[in-house]
């Protein structure tokens, strides 16, 4: 009865959201996954959750014009999904990046909404963003970008309403930009954006936040087994914000890793990666990792035209951890069955439903570990909710107190995702845990505020 309520609702969200399989993709596994609690608890579905809870509460869609440097008159299109407000303000970052659709913007909202309620913060779940391609772009034409971006976006944000962020393609230049326009067109000077400079309203710690968050989860994990990350040799993929201080927290805690990516290729440097020149090429200089190679003549450089069919060099690297970071479904069953062959104990996600389900369902087939990304990567999101408990209050945090803030916060979801697990037959199973702990907390305060 409840698998076939599920599957209806399913069906439905295929038919009436044609070609946006990666949100049927998230929403797939959130409801299979909670199948135990809609059995144990009937409130779920005689109140209709599933089918309150899969539409958004509204999608914004924006027509973007700007000038780039040559005069000319360029388009496109903006998004915001505000999916879920039942546990508080949305929140959720902006993706600049060609292949961002509705789809893409819904699938990221959803699993927002969860990654959120496991924060334990009050903040409901939201997305945005825009098909713009940041690279190759100069600064003043990202710049003028951002600020048509926010001349309509700002209408709809706001420091009790909705609080956006960065994602792929929007790092502290861009939330600058956008942050400006913002306090142009409201006169307000208000934590209605996080991801801010620390001069100007920031958190210290929060670029680091999601990549050492990450790392903190895997510890965690790794700890119920007797292990610990340190000496553990590690892969990361993607060499963004996540990666990058993924790798410094790893290098930290005495764990190599030894290999990252980016859209254009894999490094692979045996004797560990050397994250000053890591930041330096891919921070400072925003160039390709085909740089960190040529400064370091003893790491192997894979060219992305050179991968394996079918699969990403990365995870052909044997390794005991590994950290997908930089994508959606950039970890696939071909990879997954060479990491599992490599000796890879735990899969980690720093990224956005990074892995394919094929490849999920494999790896705990094989008993690797596997830490949801919903649950292992929320450590940004929840030092934004720091970052304006900071401007709310007018004051500013050291590194140290974000940082064991951040780690307390990593550490509780681990534990309210663990003893979910539990709770529910399924122990160490992390994906059933953190699902049905963010849905419990969302849908129990959705059926108290009635039907809104
Ligand atoms: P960045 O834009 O800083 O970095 C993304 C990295 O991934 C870059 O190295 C980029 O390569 C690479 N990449 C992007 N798309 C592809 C692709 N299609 N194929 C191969 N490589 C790709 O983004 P973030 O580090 O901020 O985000 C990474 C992931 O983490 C995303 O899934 C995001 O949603 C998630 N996330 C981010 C949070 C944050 O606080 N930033 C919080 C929680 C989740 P290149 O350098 O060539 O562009």
């Known amino acids: 009865m409840v ?11 295929k038919k009436s959201s044609p070609g946006q399989d990666e949100f049927y993709q998230a929403a797939r596994e959130v409801f299979e996954s909670i199948i135990p609690l809609l059995e144990a608890d009937s409130r779920y579905l005689e109140q209709n959750i599933l089918e309150r809870i899969i539409v958004p509460e509204r999608s914004i869609i924006f027509r973007v014009n700007w000038i780039d440097d040559s005069g000319k ?13 039942a546990i508080g303000p949305y929140k959720g970052g902006l993706r600049f990046h060609p292949t961002v659709s509705l789809g893409t913007v819904k699938f990221l909202g959803f699993e927002q909404i969860f990654k959120n309620a496991l924060t334990g913060l009050n903040i409901g779940g939201a997305k945005g963003g825009s098909n713009f391609d940041p690279k190759g772009k100069s600064d003043a034409e990202i710049m003028r970008f951002c600020q048509s971006f926010m001349s309509e976006l700002y209408k709809y944000i706001g420091k009790n309403r909705d609080i956006p962020a960065g994602d792929i393609g929007v790092g502290q230049r861009e939330i600058g930009y956008l942050f400006g326009q913002y306090k142009k067109l409201t006169g307000d000077f208000d934590g209605a954006i996080t991801g801010k400079g620390v001069n100007w309203g920031g958190s210290l710690a929060r ?5 050492y968050g990450s790392v903190y989860f895997a510890n965690e994990h790794l700890k119920v087994y007797n292990q610990e990350i340190k000496g553990k040799t590690c892969l990361v993929s993607g060499s963004g914000n996540v990666a990058l201080y993924t790798i410094e927290k790893l290098i930290q805690m005495g764990a190599k890793p030894v290999a990252c990516s980016d859209s254009r ?11 000053a020149s890591l930041k330096a090429v891919k921070e400072l200089k925003r160039a390709s990792l085909k740089e960190y190679a040529n400064l370091h003549p003893d790491c192997e450089y894979i060219d992305v035209a050179h991968y394996p069919k079918g699969a990403h060099a990365i995870w052909q690297i044997p390794c005991d951890v590994a950290f997908p970071s930089a994508t959606q479904n950039e970890l696939n069953l071909q990879d997954a069955k060479a990491l599992v062959k490599g000796g890879c104990m735990l899969v980690n996600e720093g990224a ?3 892995t394919t389900p094929d490849a999920i369902d494999y790896l705990q087939d094989m008993g690797v570990l596997f830490s949801p990304g919903k649950a292992a990567n929320a ?25 064991i803030k951040l780690r307390q916060i990593m550490k509780n979801i681990f534990k309210i995702a663990y003893k979910t697990s539990k709770e529910f037959d399924r122990t160490g199973d992390l994906i059933t845990g953190a699902n049905i702990a963010g849905f419990r907390k969302v849908a129990d305060s959705m059926i108290d505020q009635g039907s809104v």
């Open 352 to 354: 956005n439903m990074p």
């Open 73 to 85: 008159i360029r388009t496109n299109l903006g998004y915001r999904v505000q999916f879920n407000s």
């Open 207 to 211: 670029k680091q936040a999601t990549g």
């Open 379 to 403: 450590g940004g999101v929840a030092t934004s909710q720091l970052e304006m408990s900071q401007n709310a209050s007018m004051t500013q945090w050291n590194f140290e107190q974000v940082d």
């Open 265 to 275: 290729g894999t490094v692979y440097h045996k004797k560990g990666l050397d994250i």
């Open 3 to 13: 698998k076939t309520k599920v599957e209806e609702v399913l069906n439905y969200i």
